[in-house]
C-alpha cells in the first residue's frame, strides 16, 4: 500500500486551512449579528410595550425571552461555527471540491488520492508516480484561495459589522437605554423604567370625617368602610413633571361578577387629581395612568364595615333619697336615643361595639373625651385620656384623666365603659378643674353626648351615635289640697277639715300646717300634720284609716273676730344634694265673725237654696200640667195617625223638651244637696250646731232630697224614655202616657213635702234670727249706756 504524496497532502492542507478561517469567520459574523439582532429585538419590545402600557416587560416574559435567545444564539454558535469548524475533512472531499473548482487538474487529483490511498499493480504504481508529479506540479501554479466565494461572507460580515457597530452607537449615546436593557434582562429588575419616567403620581386616599389623607400599606391595600364615599387622591410627584391629565381604571368585584370602568380624574390645581366613587359596597383594584406613569400592581380597595355601637347599656347609681336602691343592681338597656336619669345620678355607659376599636372620642356640649392607642403595624401602644371642656368665654381647658385604655375598654376591645355623674353643678364641677380629672365625669342634664369609634385599620364612624341624657330634676312637691265643710267665714272656735293628696317624684319627707293670724303673726307659724309621710310618692291626708281628712283647730289660737287667717298645708320632699324643696297648696284665707253672725250667714244661704228648690217645683208642675194639654194628641196618634201629623210632631216636641226638662231639674236638685251638705258641715265645724238641728236638717231635708235624687227623678226619666220610645215604634203610645201622669204625682208630691219642711226651718230661723236681733239691739243699748255713764263720769263739771 502507498501513501499520497506530501507534496498533494500538503495543498490539500492547505485548501483545509483557507475552508476552516473561511467558517470561522462566517460562523462569528453570524453569530454577531444574530445576538446583536436579539438585543434590537428585545430592546424594541421593552420600549414598544412601555409605549404601549406605561408598564416595565412582565419578569417572567422577559426571563423567557432571555432563556430563548440563548438558546436561540447557543444553537447557532454550534451549527454555524462549532460544528462546522471542528468537522472532519477528508483527502477524498478536498480532492473533489478541487477537481471542481479547478477543472483543468482533469481528474488527476482525485485519482493520485485515491490510488495513493488503495495502492495497486507496478503498472499502477509507476502510473500514479507520473500523475502525482503532474498534480503537484498544478496545484504549485493554481491559486487555491481563490476557489472561495466571498461573497456570502462578506454579507455576514457587513451584517455583523453594521448590527454590531449600533449597538456600540446606543450605547455611547443613549446609555440610559442600554442601562434600562442591562437592568431589565440581565438584572431582571422589577422597576427598570422607574429612573427614566418623566412623570410620577403618590396615590393616597381622603377618608372621612375630616378629610383624612390616608396612606395604602406596603401590599398597596386600603380598607374602607362600607357603604360610603371612596376619593382617590393622586398628587404629582416632587421634581417630575405634571402630565397633562389623569386616568383612573378600575375593577369592581361584585359577588360572581365583576364590572370595569375608566374616568378620568379631576384636576385640582397644577399637581392633584381626584376622582371620588360614591357608596363603595365592593372591593376594587384601581390603576391610575397619567402620562408615561401607571402603577404596575393595582391598588386594592377592600370594603369592611365600619366601626358601630351595637347596644348601650346603663349602671345607675341613683342618690339614697330616691329610694330607688333595689334598682342599682340592675342593667337598663338604652332603647332609642335618650335615657332619663334623676339628677346626681353616677351611672356606667357602657357601649358594645361591632369591631375592636383603637380609639374612642366622645364630645358634648362642653367637652370631649378621646382615648385608645396608637397602632404602629401590629404593635399597640396607650394614648393618654384626655379631656377637654368648654369654659365661658369661649376659652377652653384641656386636662389628663388618669386612667389607662385598658381600664375603660375590655379585653377584646370592642367594648367600653365610662363613668359620669348627671348633676345640676356639672358647669361648675368642670370650671374648677385643674391638671387633672377624677372619675365620674360631671354632665350636665339634657347633654347630648356624640360617639366616635375608629378600628384597627384606622377607619372612622361614618357618622357619630347620639344618646341624649336626660336629668330629671326633683320637683318641689304637689301639694293638692282644699277645705271641705268650711265656708271662708268662720267661728273662733271653728275647726277646719282639709282633704287632698300630696304627691312627689321620689317621696314627701315631712307635711305641716303654714298660717299666719292677722295683727298678731310676722311670721309664717306651722303646725305639724297627724298624717304619716314615711317617704311615700302620694300621701292621702287623713287622721285616720276611715277619715280621709285633717282638721285645723282654731280654739288653740284665741283669735277675735275680725281678725283674718291665711291656711296653707306645705310639704317638702327628701333631696338631700340639691334640695330639699317646699311647696304648699292652696292658700285659704278665713274671716272670724262671731256665732250669731254666722247662723246668719248660713240661714241666708239656706233660703236661697229654697228659692232654688221653689222655682224647680214650679218647673215640673209646668211640665205635668203641659202634660194634660197634649192627651188629644195621644188619643189620636193611638187612634192610628200617621207618623208625620201634627199630633205626632206636637207630642214628640213635648217628650224631647219634657226630657230635657227633667234632667236639667235633676241635676239641680243634686246641686241643692250638695250645698245642704255643705251647710250641715259648716255647722259641725264652727261647732255652732245642737242635735235637734242637724236632726232636723238631716231627717227633714238632705235625706229626702237624696232619696228624690235617687229615685222619684230617675223614675220620671225612665217614664219619659218610655214614652219617647213608643212614639218612635208608634206602638203601645197610649199605655206609656198613662204611667207618665202618676210618675210626676209621685215627684211633685215629694217635692211639696221636702219645700214644706224648708219652709218650717225657715220659720224656725226666723224665730231664731229675731231673737238674734233683740240680743243684738240690746246689746247696742248696753254699750250706748256704757259711754254715756263714761262721759257723765269724765266730763260733768265740779260745783
Known amino acids: 500500500m502507498t501513501q499520497t504524496r506530501p507534496e498533494i497532502q500538503q495543498a490539500l492542507g492547505r485548501f483545509r486551512r483557507w475552508i476552516r478561517r473561511y467558517i470561522f469567520l462566517e460562523g462569528l459574523a453570524v453569530v454577531i449579528a444574530l445576538a446583536c439582532g436579539l438585543f434590537w429585538l428585545t430592546y424594541g419590545l421593552d420600549v414598544g410595550w412601555f409605549w404601549l402600557s406605561q408598564l416595565e416587560l412582565p419578569s417572567s416574559f422577559r426571563?423567557?425571552?432571555?432563556?430563548?435567545?440563548?438558546v436561540v444564539l447557543a444553537a447557532v454558535l454550534l451549527t454555524w461555527l462549532v460544528a462546522r469548524l471542528f468537522r472532519t475533512m477528508r483527502a477524498r472531499d478536498l480532492a473533489l471540491a478541487l477537481e471542481r473548482r479547478f477543472p483543468q487538474l482533469n481528474d488527476r487529483l482525485i485519482t493520485a488520492v485515491e490510488l495513493g490511498e488503495t495502492g495497486g499493480s507496478e503498472l499502477q504504481t509507476q502510473m500514479l508516480h507520473q500523475n502525482t508529479d503532474e498534480v503537484a506540479q498544478a496545484l504549485d501554479r493554481l491559486p487555491i484561495e481563490e476557489s472561495f466565494n466571498a461573497t456570502p461572507l462578506r454579507r455576514s460580515l457587513i451584517v455583523a459589522g453594521t448590527l454590531f457597530v449600533s449597538v456600540l452607537v446606543l450605547g455611547l449615546t443613549h446609555a440610559q437605554g442600554m442601562e434600562r436593557w442591562y437592568n431589565a434582562y440581565i438584572l431582571g429588575k422589577d422597576n427598570y423604567w422607574e429612573p427614566f419616567r418623566k412623570n410620577a403620581l403618590?396615590?393616597?386616599?381622603?377618608?372621612?370625617?375630616?378629610?383624612?389623607?390616608?396612606?395604602?400599606?406596603?401590599?398597596?391595600?386600603?380598607?374602607?368602610?362600607?357603604?360610603?364615599?371612596l376619593q382617590i387622591l393622586a398628587t404629582v410627584a416632587e421634581g417630575t413633571i405634571p402630565p397633562a391629565n389623569a386616568t383612573m381604571q378600575f375593577i369592581s368585584f361584585g359577588g360572581s361578577r365583576q364590572d370595569r370602568g375608566r374616568v378620568n380624574m379631576s384636576r385640582v390645581g397644577d399637581e392633584e387629581f381626584r376622582h371620588t366613587l360614591g357608596r363603595v359596597v365592593n372591593d376594587h383594584n384601581v390603576w391610575i395612568r397619567a402620562g408615561d406613569f401607571i402603577n404596575r400592581a393595582p391598588f386594592r380597595i377592600q370594603v369592611v364595615d365600619p366601626p358601630k355601637i351595637d347596644a348601650i347599656e346603663i349602671s345607675a347609681d341613683y342618690p339614697s333619697y330616691t329610694g330607688m336602691d333595689s334598682q342599682e343592681d340592675r342593667v337598663i338597656p338604652v332603647v332609642g336615643t335618650q335615657v332619663s336619669l334623676p339628677m346626681e345620678t353616677s351611672f356606667q355607659l357602657t357601649a358594645q361595639a361591632n369591631k375592636p376599636l383603637t380609639r374612642v372620642h366622645l364630645s358634648g356640649p362642653d367637652f370631649q373625651l378621646s382615648f385608645g392607642y396608637e397602632q404602629k403595624g401590629e404593635a399597640l401602644s396607650a394614648l393618654p385620656t384626655r379631656f377637654s371642656v368648654q369654659l365661658p368665654e369661649n376659652s377652653s381647658k384641656s386636662v389628663t384623666?388618669?386612667?389607662?385604655?385598658?381600664?375603660?375598654?375590655?379585653?377584646?376591645?370592642?367594648?367600653?365603659?365610662?363613668?359620669?355623674?348627671?348633676?345640676?353643678?356639672?358647669?361648675?364641677?368642670?370650671?374648677?378643674?385643674?391638671?387633672?380629672?377624677?372619675?365620674?365625669?360631671?354632665?350636665?342634664?339634657?347633654?347630648?353626648?356624640?360617639?366616635?369609634?375608629?378600628?384597627?385599620?384606622?377607619?372612622?364612624?361614618?357618622?357619630?351615635?347620639?344618646?341624649?341624657?336626660?336629668?330629671?330634676?326633683?320637683?318641689?312637691?304637689?301639694?293638692?289640697?282644699?277645705?271641705?265643710?268650711?265656708?271662708?267665714?268662720?267661728?273662733?272656735?271653728?275647726?277646719?277639715?282639709?282633704?287632698?293628696?300630696?304627691?312627689?317624684?321620689?317621696?314627701?319627707?315631712?307635711?305641716?300646717?303654714?298660717?299666719?293670724?292677722?295683727?298678731?303673726?310676722?311670721?309664717?307659724?306651722?303646725?305639724?300634720?297627724?298624717?304619716?309621710?314615711?317617704?311615700?310618692?302620694?300621701?292621702?291626708?287623713?287622721?285616720?284609716?276611715?277619715?280621709?281628712?285633717?282638721?285645723?283647730?282654731?280654739?288653740?289660737?284665741?283669735?277675735?273676730?275680725e281678725q283674718t287667717l291665711t291656711l296653707a298645708v306645705y310639704a317638702e320632699d327628701?333631696?338631700?344634694?340639691?334640695?330639699?324643696?317646699?311647696?304648699?297648696?292652696?292658700?285659704?284665707?278665713?274671716?272670724?265673725?262671731?256665732?250669731?253672725?254666722?247662723?246668719?250667714?248660713?240661714?241666708?244661704?239656706?233660703?236661697?237654696?229654697?228659692?232654688?228648690?221653689?222655682?224647680?217645683?214650679?218647673?215640673?208642675?209646668n211640665l205635668q200640667q203641659e202634660l194634660a194639654g197634649i192627651q188629644e194628641q195621644v188619643e189620636e196618634l193611638e187612634s192610628g195617625s200617621e207618623s208625620e201629623s201634627p199630633a205626632m210632631a206636637l207630642t214628640s216636641a213635648y217628650v224631647e223638651r219634657g226630657l230635657h226638662q227633667i234632667r236639667k231639674n235633676h241635676t239641680e236638685s243634686r246641686s241643692i244637696e250638695v250645698s245642704f251638705r255643705d251647710l250641715r258641715g259648716e255647722m259641725i265645724n264652727n261647732r255652732v250646731d245642737t242635735e235637734e238641728m242637724l236632726e232636723r236638717i238631716e231627717k227633714g231635708v238632705i235625706e229626702p232630697l237624696a232619696a228624690l235624687n235617687e229615685k222619684e227623678f230617675l223614675q220620671a226619666d225612665r217614664e219619659f224614655g218610655a214614652f219617647r220610645l213608643s212614639l218612635q215604634r208608634q206602638a203601645g203610645i197610649g199605655n206609656a202616657f198613662a204611667e207618665l201622669d202618676?210618675?210626676?204625682?209621685?215627684?211633685?208630691?215629694?217635692?211639696?213635702?221636702?219645700?214644706?219642711?224648708?219652709?218650717?226651718?225657715?220659720?224656725?230661723?226666723?224665730?231664731?234670727?229675731?231673737?238674734?236681733?233683740?240680743?243684738?239691739?240690746?246689746?247696742?243699748?248696753?254699750?250706748?249706756?256704757?259711754?254715756?255713764?263714761?262721759?257723765?263720769?269724765?266730763?260733768?263739771?265740779?260745783?
Open 63 to 70: 426571563i423567557m425571552t432571555l432563556l430563548m435567545a440563548m
Open 574 to 621: 327628701g333631696d338631700t344634694i340639691n334640695g330639699p324643696h317646699e311647696a304648699h297648696g292652696e292658700i285659704l284665707s278665713f274671716k272670724i265673725v262671731s256665732k250669731d253672725d254666722l247662723i246668719g250667714r248660713l240661714y241666708d244661704r239656706e233660703i236661697n237654696l229654697r228659692l232654688r228648690f221653689e222655682q224647680i217645683r214650679a218647673e215640673v208642675g
Open 742 to 799: 202618676p210618675a210626676l204625682d209621685e215627684l211633685l208630691a215629694k217635692m211639696d213635702a221636702i219645700l214644706a219642711e224648708m219652709k218650717d226651718r225657715g220659720s224656725y230661723n226666723d224665730l231664731i234670727q229675731s231673737l238674734q236681733e233683740i240680743i243684738d239691739r240690746q246689746k247696742k243699748l248696753l254699750e250706748k249706756t256704757e259711754d254715756k255713764r263714761i262721759e257723765d263720769n269724765f266730763f260733768t263739771p265740779l260745783n
Open 202 to 229: 403618590k396615590v393616597q386616599i381622603i377618608s372621612q370625617p375630616g378629610d383624612r389623607v390616608r396612606e395604602f400599606d406596603d401590599q398597596r391595600v386600603y380598607k374602607h368602610p362600607k357603604g360610603s364615599d
Open 401 to 561: 384623666i388618669p386612667v389607662l385604655p385598658d381600664m375603660l375598654l375590655n379585653k377584646e376591645r370592642n367594648a367600653f365603659t365610662i363613668p359620669f355623674v348627671v348633676s345640676q353643678r356639672a358647669q361648675q364641677q368642670l370650671a374648677a378643674i385643674n391638671d387633672e380629672l377624677q372619675l365620674p365625669i360631671p354632665i350636665s342634664p339634657d347633654t347630648l353626648i356624640q360617639m366616635t369609634l375608629e378600628d384597627g385599620d384606622q377607619i372612622s364612624s361614618q357618622e357619630p351615635t347620639s344618646l341624649a341624657i336626660n336629668g330629671i330634676v326633683d320637683e318641689a312637691p304637689v301639694v293638692d289640697t282644699r277645705r271641705i265643710g268650711i265656708g271662708n267665714v268662720v267661728t273662733r272656735i271653728a275647726r277646719i277639715p282639709v282633704e287632698g293628696t300630696i304627691t312627689d317624684d321620689y317621696g314627701v319627707a315631712r307635711a305641716w300646717f303654714g298660717y299666719r293670724r292677722s295683727d298678731q303673726d310676722e311670721d309664717l307659724q306651722t303646725k305639724p300634720l297627724a298624717t304619716e309621710m314615711k317617704g311615700r310618692t302620694r300621701v292621702e291626708i287623713q287622721t285616720a284609716p276611715e277619715q280621709k281628712l285633717e282638721y285645723f283647730d282654731l280654739i288653740p289660737l284665741q283669735m277675735e273676730e
